[in-house]
């Protein structure tokens, strides 16, 4: 989430009214929001020529967006072939464990929230996760442990 | 005043993963004692496995100080020309000896320069062959014909010759033309691409220009996956910095050449690395693949003629416009000309970024460059281009790197991502790993990818559970097959791949999950138990006090057992053991 909200309205304004704007108006209202509601994707196509069905296929299209809220923390697990190689599962299964979380769920008291990705590109660090910005690699299920539990 | 050293910290995702962050800021306040030693950044140099890194060149040397720890900078740093000295503490290393079997074509600059300064680019020999061209007005058709007798193919995958692509888009007649770099880079286990736009990224520039030149285009696109922030910064700057110098903009170098260059953020989809798809994402759709043809190059985006070129593509041209078509072609094999670069991964000693001349062995990558494996296990396989490619067998090692040579294996070069797999790997394990893979990011338009692969995904699914029959091994041929051959894009058309070459030099691996219900790798943990050696066990109770589930009963000082039903084999057990009693079976 940035610090600078711009509005609907604002957002649309930057990136114009047409059709092929919608992709860049997503990724912005994501930007500035964290997630997309649906409740904006409405207001976007009350305030654009875009309509209701297109924004709604395209929001659901790309893994990019998210549709509900994430955690304070969100856990990136890479499952890249080179992590999965050397047991990206594990780590999974280490989250669970910890966590009690599931691919694209959230903790109760909306902690963390975790995903999956395709790859990160640290592939030399595999296993790799990102919680938030940060990378955490060459992981056991251990070392992973103690992570989570300082957090 | 004396020279300068120049410490350069290798700040790629990479390095920074690694903790390039803090030792840059930790020189950054050591250095100020200091005054014979300066610091600076640059991108990957390919060395991941030394992160992180510092590369300096001391009495006309150039050494990389690796696998750095914050606490030994000011040791490094008092230090710095004594190198016996410096060698006890730091592991530095020549770099000539780790570029020993490379050629580095695409990646001469990365690692070496700061990519945030076009000076540094412009000092070697950056933009000279944009200028070559607008200063000396070659024409269009003199760029085609060069980069066509340089016998240079697509990097992304399916080596189509990019000089005839070049004519084609040439030849398509309209006002209004575009060039796009294909900078969505989706393959897991591949970061070429992202390397070279991080450390060099006015290479990539420069090459989309000139592409622009020679189809005739006024508009050129980079297409770049969002998770790659980086990347997309250090474009951007790239761009504010050429259009200052003229090299972006209206008429170029006081040329009648007028181009300018826009980043489109991906939103994360595999299939727009293919063309069309990549195209409908631009023009803000669902990013669908459409039947082809017609082509980009008479018909691409906005309806008008396109020339779509990847990263790795578009970073050769400036070095073949500089150095000649016949530098280029006197590299590599009869077909296979130039180098590749390729990302090394998985259970490899040196995982990092290469760069080599096509006709190289598989074995001198893997073995000489690459360092073997990086455990007690030996390598098995090695897996190229991703969810598209294949796995090649170490029988079949001696197999040299070009398009053709790695299509008879049944694997292909690919995007160059090269995942190496140990005896500890399950091949069947791997090939459903691509297809989960490929049934996440299946568009869904096309049934034959969609629910095709979602059957093979199932039956994958059965064997590594152990319920398969060999009904369904031959169900998943015939699958295979017909996928293959009716998907509508090329996502579909080699989705199999990764299960057809395993099914090829694997076969055993999948007859023993059928028949056997077993998997000897271990990899299937549904197949797999794990049990507790009686007559080794000394009942010291570690594994009962750390099994996660309390699943392991015993009295102390006598063997100790597992109860199978609520075993979640976690292998907690088998690593606090402290006598070897436990062992999966």
């Known amino acids: ?151 | 005043m004396s020279k300068k050293i120049i410490l350069k910290v290798g700040m790629g995702p990479c390095g920074i993963a690694a903790g390039a962050q803090v030792i840059f800021d930790e020189l950054d306040v050591l250095i100020k004692n200091f005054n014979n030693i300066k610091i600076d950044y640059t991108s990957c140099n390919g060395f991941c496995h030394l992160e992180p890194l510092i590369e300096t060149t001391i009495n006309g040397k150039t050494l990389i100080f690796a696998n750095l720890l914050p606490e030994k900078l000011l040791f490094l740093l008092e230090n710095i020309n004594k190198r016996t000295i410096l060698s006890k503490e730091i592991m530095v290393i020549e770099k000539e000896t780790k570029l020993k079997g490379q050629n580095r074509i695409v990646l001469e600059n990365c690692g070496i320069i700061n990519p945030d300064r076009i000076n540094d680019y412009l000092e070697k020999e950056g933009y000279e062959a944009l200028k070559n061209i607008l200063l000396n007005n070659k024409t269009a058709e003199q760029i085609i014909d060069i980069v066509k007798r340089s016998g240079l193919r697509g990097r992304g995958g399916a080596g189509f010759s990019t000089g005839t692509k070049w004519e084609f888009a040439r030849k398509s007649l309209d006002e209004q033309k575009y060039v796009i770099c294909n900078a969505d880079e989706g393959d897991p286990g591949a970061f070429m691409d992202r390397a070279v736009m991080e450390g060099d990224p006015h290479r990539v520039l420069e090459g989309l220009i000139i592409s622009g030149y020679a189809i005739g285009a006024n508009t050129g696109y980079i297409y770049c996956r969002a998770e790659y922030p980086l990347a997309i910064k250090r474009l951007k700057q790239a761009i504010a910095d050429a259009e200052i110098a003229n090299f972006l903009g209206d008429n170029i170098l006081d040329s009648a050449f007028s181009f300018k260059v826009i980043i489109k953020e991906g939103a994360g989809a595999f299939v727009c690395g293919e063309e069309t798809a990549l195209i409908a994402s631009i023009e803000g759709q669902r990013g669908l693949p459409r039947i082809k043809p017609p082509f980009p190059a008479t018909k691409g985006l906005w309806g008008k003629p396109t020339n779509i070129n990847n990263v790795e593509t578009l970073a050769n041209i400036p070095w073949i416009i500089r150095k000649g078509a016949e530098s280029f072609n006197s590299l590599g094999t009869e077909k296979s000309k130039g180098t590749k670069v390729f990302s090394l991964a998985g259970k490899i000693n040196n995982a990092g970024l290469i760069e080599v001349e096509m006709g190289i062995s598989l074995r001198k990558i893997l073995y000489e460059i690459g360092g073997g494996s990086s455990t007690t296990k030996s390598i098995k396989a090695v897996q190229l281009g991703g969810p598209s490619g294949g796995c090649i067998p170490v029988e079949l090692f001696d197999t040299v790197v070009d398009y053709e040579s790695l299509m008879s294996t049944g694997a292909i070069v690919g995007s160059g991502g090269m995942v190496v797999v140990d005896e500890d790997n399950c091949m069947v394990d791997l090939a459903k790993y691509f297809l989960q893979f490929i049934q996440s990011e299946s568009c869904g338009k096309c049934t034959f990818c969609r629910i095709g692969t979602k059957r093979m995904l199932e039956i994958l699914t059965r064997m590594t559970d152990g319920k398969a029959s060999l009904e369904d091994l031959s169900k998943l041929k015939r699958l295979a097959q017909n996928i293959g051959v009716a998907s509508l894009c090329a996502l579909g058309k080699t989705a199999p791949n990764p299960v057809m070459t395993t099914l090829r030099y694997f076969e055993k691996e999948y007859l023993e999950h059928i028949n056997k219900k077993k998997c000897s790798t271990g990899s299937c943990k549904a197949l797999m138990i794990y049990i507790i050696d009686e007559e080794k066990c000394i009942g010291c109770t570690k594994c009962a006090k750390n099994c996660p589930v309390n699943t392991i009963s015993g009295i102390l000082k006598k063997p100790h057992f597992i109860n199978q039903e609520k075993c979640i084999k976690c292998g907690k057990c088998e690593e606090v053991c402290p006598v070897e009693a436990i062992s999966k079976s």
């Open chain 1, 1 to 151: 989430m940035s610090n600078k909200v711009r509005s609907i309205k604002q957002i649309i304004k930057e990136f114009g009214v047409e059709e092929s704007s919608a992709i860049q108006i997503l990724q912005a209202i994501q930007h500035d929001y964290g997630y997309i509601s649906k409740e904006q994707m409405q207001e976007v196509c009350k305030n654009s020529s875009i309509k209701e069905n297109k924004i709604y296929g395209i929001a659901t299209f790309y893994s990019q967006f998210k549709l509900a809220p994430t955690g304070e923390n969100l856990i990136r697990v890479c499952k890249g072939t080179a992590c999965h190689v050397r047991g990206a599962d594990n780590l999974l299964e280490v989250i669970n464990e910890e966590l009690h979380i599931g691919i694209g769920e959230t903790t109760t008291d909306n902690k963390f929230t975790l995903e999956t990705v395709a790859c990160l590109g640290c592939c030399s660090l595999a296993p790799v996760i990102m919680i938030n910005n940060k990378v955490y690699g060459k992981l056991t299920g251990d070392k992973l442990k103690v992570i989570l539990r300082k957090m």
